[in-house]
C-alpha cells in the first residue's frame, strides 16, 4: 500500500532564505510522486512530479524536487522563498498503470509561512 | 475555462437534509476522482472512475453517500440524510489514463456547511 508522511506540519522561512519541504513515502510499487501546492480559498495546483524519468526534477515558481529512492524521500525545495509561496504543501503519491489502486494518496500537508 | 468546475462553490444545509454536488472535468479527461478535505488536513480519497465505471470506493463513503457518472463525463455526489461531520470540502479532480498521464486537476471545490 502507498503512503507518505510530511515530516513537518508548519515550516516558517524569512523572505530570500531557502526553503525545504519534507516528505518521505512508501510504496510497494515504482510510485509516481508529485507536490501541490494549495493556496488560501484557491484550487489545488500542481508543483511538479516525478515519474521515473530523472530524478531531479523541476517545478513552476521556481521549486524543485529530488526523487531519492534509498532514502524514500522526496523533499521540496526552493533556493529562495518569496511572499507569495506563503501556502498549504501537499506530498502525493500515486501508483503508475493503476495498480490496484487508482487513487492519489495526500500526505497532511505543510504550512508554509514566510516573513517579511 | 477548459479546467475543472464544480457546483456549487458552497452549500450550506440543515442536519438531516440531502445535497447533491456536481463536478465537470477536463473534457478528453477519462479518470474523475471525488475527494473529501476537512480543516487543517490533506484531501481524503473517496471514489474514483474511469469513464462511467466507478472504479474503487473508500471506507469514507458511507452507505449515505453515492456517486455517479452516467455518461462518462460529468459527475455528482450526493450525500443523504446530511450530518455535521459531513462539513467539509469537496473536491474533484480529472486526470488522463495512461502511462505517466497520473497528473490530476482539481476543481475548486464545493464547501459544505451542515447546520
Known amino acids: 500500500a502507498q503512503s507518505v508522511t510530511q515530516l513537518d506540519s508548519h515550516v516558517s522561512v524569512s523572505e530570500g532564505t531557502p526553503v525545504l519541504l519534507r516528505c518521505n513515502y512508501s510504496?510497494?510499487?515504482?510510485?509516481?510522486l508529485f507536490w501541490y501546492v494549495q493556496h488560501p480559498n484557491k484550487g489545488l495546483q500542481l508543483l511538479l512530479k516525478y515519474t521515473s524519468a530523472a530524478t531531479l526534477v523541476k517545478g513552476i515558481n521556481g521549486f524543485e524536487a529530488e526523487f531519492k529512492k534509498s532514502e524514500t524521500s522526496f523533499h521540496l525545495t526552493k533556493p529562495s522563498a518569496h511572499m507569495s509561496d506563503a501556502a498549504e504543501y501537499f506530498c502525493v503519491v500515486s501508483a503508475p498503470y493503476g495498480g490496484s489502486q487508482g487513487n492519489l494518496i495526500f500526505g497532511k500537508g505543510t504550512k508554509l509561512s514566510v516573513k517579511p | 475555462d477548459t479546467g475543472v468546475s464544480q457546483d456549487p462553490r458552497h452549500k450550506i444545509t440543515k442536519r438531516g437534509q440531502n445535497v447533491t454536488f456536481r463536478c465537470d472535468p477536463i473534457s478528453e479527461h477519462n479518470r474523475l476522482y471525488w475527494y473529501r478535505q476537512t480543516l487543517g488536513q490533506g484531501p481524503e480519497f473517496l471514489t474514483y472512475f474511469q469513464n462511467e465505471a466507478q472504479l474503487e470506493k473508500s471506507r469514507l463513503l458511507s452507505d449515505r453517500f453515492s456517486a455517479e457518472r452516467p455518461k462518462g463525463s460529468f459527475s455528482t455526489l450526493e450525500i443523504q440524510r446530511t450530518e455535521q461531520g459531513d462539513s467539509a470540502m469537496y473536491l474533484c479532480a480529472s486526470s488522463l489514463e495512461g502511462i505517466g498521464n497520473t497528473e490530476a486537476f482539481f476543481g475548486q471545490g464545493t464547501r459544505l456547511t451542515v447546520v
Open positions: 510504496s510497494s510499487y515504482s510510485p509516481s
